[in-house]
């Protein structure tokens, strides 16, 4: 029984005996809804709300609770995004690929891999099979035997189309390799010669050790050449037969100096440049920077001053030296570059350095680059050091100067102003037009292109040649229309570079080029009729630069007649370093600014010092 009734009246619902519970005990609220005598309360009571809202149905994800319906749109784009975006995708990736061929590589690629193997046709000593020349062998193991070196003069490189080893213009090569390796080593990396050509440098400066006591710290002795000849001569040597170098069986005499401030300077340029490409071995870079610094002490001893080739008659017919303070700024600014010691920049950029180098005479002359003459190269490496770092005092004022000769250098090369003559065909002739004019063009298409890489490093367009401006690809046309002619676009259509292109010189002067390799031996004389005969050379030695037309753009290709047809190694090491500078295959064409400088401390402007004291003047 209920015990209170909290609507008000009686229990009682009906008395006309209608029932108004359902068959589960349920109210029946439509029944109830027949009694009039249901108040308004209880009729909301009894009704609730008859209709039932809708719910909503959601997904719940734990972090975000979500609509069926936002679901199933969120669900419906990504669907729709695949198939407008996914499936081409995939389609695409299924399908078969057909991949664009590499660029071929340019000619000054295809010329470069070709004039390095030169190097390796040249190598004296113990080669081994990866050498790479099969026509080559051991040869020279006696070199040197004369000496108080133990184990002679063995290795270094040949110098021409004779046996004999140069020392001054083998070092000239091999700091022009370095120096073209510390501009363009990512070049060199790409076209797989980095290495290699690693390899051809420490072939020469491992010989350049021997050829003096690199142990000590004070010499009085450099070896500047072994073998060699008299003018004239009858009696065996490197001139008077023609032999193979494996064949060789007459006196290799060395050359001793005591003096001679020009070769030691610049086989410290050698041996400093390439401890800066091996800085990667510390231990052989510091031997390189060792020995650098004994061979340039040894030149700036004022007892050593004289150049080496003086009174030599084996030396001074064919690589006579005009002077030595040229390797003295040469030399100088590459043992900065390789110790970052100060002493040497200040040298490098002392006053009486480049006024006793005769460079402020701005003659012709002093504008060409060879294994004589480095100033151009000095100053231009001195120039690049004013671009990149700026040093300021106290070198600013000579740093100046020398940019200035290096920009009218670089104008001396443009035909617009005739200080060099040009053959009909276009080659400039910077030796007057003597023979053998191709070593000397080949370096300032180097020099040229350098020094437009410079510009192009630190964002300069261009330069001055008095009011005249220039854009920097004036200079990079220059240096692409001289090695083109090098390559073949000349009047005799002739590649100069052996084995480059169809037409090339194929009677080149060279001992080891003209003789068959039938293992059979070639006396002294015998050889002769290799040397005289009207056949194409037997080898071909790949890679060489011959001496070049003459002024008037005649080649004759004549093994007998060497100021056309033989090679040299300074005139090789010219043409590379002109050719990784040009070349475009790789997709790079600037230099590596920072290797070359990694030893140099970071540099702080010096303050200049104060003016005198002020002091009356008397009257």
Known sequence: MHSRNDWGGSFEMSNSGEE????????????????????????????????????????????IVMSHKALKWIFGSIFIAFLVIGLPIIITKSLPKHHSPPTPPDNYTLALHKALLFFNAQKSGKLGKSNGIAWRGNSGLDDGNDTDV?????????????????????????????????????????????????????????????????????????????????????????????????????????????????????????????????????????????????????????????????????????????????????????????????????????????????????????????????????????????????????YEDMLQMYHNVTSLTMCSYLHHYKVFNRTRGG?????????????????????????????????????????????VSVLKTFATSQVDYILGKNPMKMSYIVGFGNKFPRHVHHRGASIPNDHKHHSCTGGWKWRDTSNNNPNTITGAMVGGPDRFDQFHDSRKNYNFTEPTLAGNAGIVAALISLTSTTGSSGIDRNTIFSAIPPLRPQNPPPPPPWKPIKT
């Open 20 to 63: 108004v519970y359902n068959q589960n005990n349920e109210w029946d609220r439509a029944a109830l809804l027949e009694r009039q005598d249901l108040d308004e309360t209880l009729q909301s009571w009894v009704l609730e709300r008859v209709e039932k809202r809708k719910k909503k149905k959601y997904v719940d994800f734990g972090c």
């Open 150 to 394: 133990k184990g002679g003069l063995v290795g270094g490189y040949y110098d021409a189309g004779d046996n004999t080893k140069f020392h001054f213009p083998m070092s000239f090569a091999m700091t022009m390799l370095s120096w073209s390796v510390l501009e363009y080593k990512d070049k060199y990396m790409a076209l797989n010669e980095y290495e290699h050509t690693r390899e051809l440098i420490k072939w020469g400066t491992d010989y350049l050790l021997l050829t003096f006591n690199n142990s000590a710290t004070k010499i009085n002795k450099i070896y500047a050449q072994v073998g060699g000849s008299l003018n004239g001569s009858s009696t065996p040597d490197d001139d008077y037969c023609w032999q193979r170098p494996e064949d060789m069986d007459y006196p290799r005499n060395t050359i001793s100096i005591f003096q001679g401030a020009d070769l030691a300077g610049e086989m410290a340029a050698a041996l400093a440049s390439a401890s800066i490409v091996f800085q990667d071995d510390a231990a052989y870079s510091k031997k390189l920077m060792k020995g650098a610094q004994t061979v340039f002490d040894f030149a700036r001893d004022a007892g050593k001053r004289r150049p080496y080739s003086r009174g030599e008659p084996y030396t001074e017919p064919f690589y006579n030296s005009t002077g030595y303070y040229d390797e003295y700024m040469w030399g100088a600014t590459w043992l900065y570059y390789a110790t970052g010691n100060s002493t040497y920049i200040s040298l490098a950029t002392n006053p009486s350095i480049f006024k006793n180098s005769k460079a402020y005479f701005l003659t012709p002359q002093f504008s060409v680059l060879s294994w004589d003459n480095k100033l151009p190269a000095a100053m231009l490496l001195l120039t690049r050091f004013r671009m990149f770092l700026n040093p300021g005092y106290p």
């Open 427 to 471: 080659l400039i002739q910077l030796n007057k037009g003597q023979p053998r004019s191709l070593q000397y063009v080949a370096n300032a298409a180097f020099m040229a292109s350098l020094f437009a890489d410079y510009m192009q490093g630190v964002g300069v367009p261009g330069w001055y040649c008095g009011s005249t401006y220039f854009p």
